[in-house]
């Protein structure tokens, strides 16, 4: 069975969390979608949600990236559930998502990778994304605790970014 990847709607979302979990994560990014903050596209396996990436409109958190790269949208949360990785899954949402900023007009896209995240910087790397001059920087994202409650994790990333319109397109 083939994989697909589209926008997730509001209709996916009992899908996304049974297939990926992260209820409060998944209902955040719905609703800065529908305000036009971002875009979350889901990879499907048939009817079950295998993978997720957010693409991300709204101004950085980090004054770094607001200041060196405005404008340009953040690729985040790229995930794809255990069992099925290195599947090419994640692949096709990292291609899907640049086709969408293209068609959006984007001719960059940045994203933030922990420094001891060695694979996830490979599979970037191997599509393009290249790091940007600068050192690494501490990033924060909001996490779920198992009761629901919230906080957030920092830790320093390195910026990669890709030129859409370029080479390794």
Same mark, same amino acid.
């Given at each position: 069975? &083939?994989? &697909?990847?589209? &926008?997730? &709607? #509001?209709?996916?979302? #009992?899908?996304?969390?049974?297939?990926?979990?992260?209820?409060?994560?998944?209902?955040?990014?719905?609703?800065?979608?529908?305000?036009?903050?971002?875009?979350?596209?889901?990879? %499907? +396996?048939?009817?079950?949600?295998?993978?997720?990436?957010?693409?991300?409109?709204?101004?950085?958190?980090? #004054? =770094?990236? /607001?200041?060196?790269?405005?404008?340009?949208?953040?690729?985040?949360?790229? *995930?794809?559930?255990?069992?099925?990785?290195?599947?090419?899954?994640?692949? /096709? +949402?990292?291609?899907?998502? =640049?086709?969408?900023? /293209? =068609? +959006?007009?984007?001719?960059?896209?940045?994203?933030?990778?922990?420094?001891?995240?060695?694979?996830?910087?490979?599979?970037?790397? !191997?599509?393009?994304?290249?790091? %940007? #001059?600068?050192?690494?920087?501490?990033?924060?994202?909001?996490?779920?605790?198992?009761?629901?409650?919230?906080?957030?994790?920092? *830790?320093?990333?390195?910026?990669?970014?890709?030129?859409?319109?370029?080479?390794? !397109?």
């Amino acid at each position: 069975m &083939t994989h &697909t990847v589209h &926008t997730a &709607t #509001p209709a996916d979302l #009992p899908a996304l969390v049974r297939g990926l979990g992260q209820q409060h994560y998944f209902d955040d990014r719905l609703r800065r979608q529908r305000v036009g903050h971002g875009l979350l596209l889901a990879a %499907w +396996l048939g009817a079950a949600a295998v993978g997720d990436v957010y693409l991300r409109f709204e101004p950085a958190d980090e #004054p =770094e990236l /607001r200041e060196r790269l405005p404008g340009v949208p953040l690729l985040q949360h790229l *995930e794809v559930r255990a069992g099925l990785r290195n599947r090419r899954i994640g692949s /096709r +949402l990292i291609r899907a998502a =640049e086709r969408v900023l /293209r =068609e +959006l007009g984007h001719s960059r896209v940045a994203l933030g990778v922990a420094l001891d995240n060695h694979d996830a910087a490979r599979l970037y790397r !191997r599509h393009g994304y290249r790091e %940007w #001059p600068h050192p690494p920087i501490p990033t924060s994202s909001e996490e779920v605790r198992p009761d629901g409650s919230t906080y957030r994790r920092r *830790e320093l990333c390195q910026i990669l970014v890709k030129n859409l319109a370029g080479p390794g !397109r």
